[in-house]
């Protein structure tokens, strides 16, 4: 079984009552992007649209091959170690780590390590995947498949 060719990887929080202000702060790290519930904004297509709900999300590099140990340590670099504020903004804006998979081939696989799942956990986030087969005709980057979910 080959590696996957592809990943991509993010931290998201949405909720209603999210301040993209506060979670920079207490994380120490400025979002990718972000917005809160009534924004307005404009789609990659420019269409305009109003933010249902608040979001704060941090982008990864993708990694060619996949490599999602790699990504997921990149995303909690340099952020707080504090980890009751972070199961507390997992709980209140249902935190995630939120990744896409993306294959060339019909069989190619992936493992995570223990650590990884760890640093995870201990931060009380969800880890998502998302798998796109070699014939998903959209080959999309985590920023849209990320946005698209929470909208």
Avoid: H
């Avoid at 999210?18 to 904004?41: C, F, H, M, N, Q």
């Avoid at 995570?112 to 995947?129: A, C, D, K, Q, Y």
């Amino acid at each position: 079984m080959a590696g996957v060719s592809r990943t991509v990887a993010c931290l998201r929080f949405g909720g209603d009552d999210l301040d993209p202000d506060e979670i920079s702060s207490v994380l120490g790290r400025e979002p990718t992007y972000a917005r809160r519930k009534g924004d307005v904004w404009l789609t990659p297509k420019g269409l305009r649209r109003v933010a249902k709900s608040g979001i704060w999300i941090l982008n990864t590099d993708d990694a060619e091959p996949g490599d999602l140990d790699q990504q997921v340590a990149a995303l909690f670099s340099g952020l707080s170690e504090d980890f009751s504020i972070w199961r507390n903004f997992a709980r209140l804006y249902g935190g995630d780590i939120y990744t896409g998979v993306f294959l060339s081939q019909s069989n190619e696989g992936l493992s995570i390590s223990p650590l990884t799942l760890n640093s995870i956990g201990v931060r009380g986030l969800e880890f998502g995947l998302d798998i796109y087969s070699n014939t998903d005709d959209d080959q999309k980057g985590v920023s849209e498949v990320a946005d698209e979910t929470l909208d």
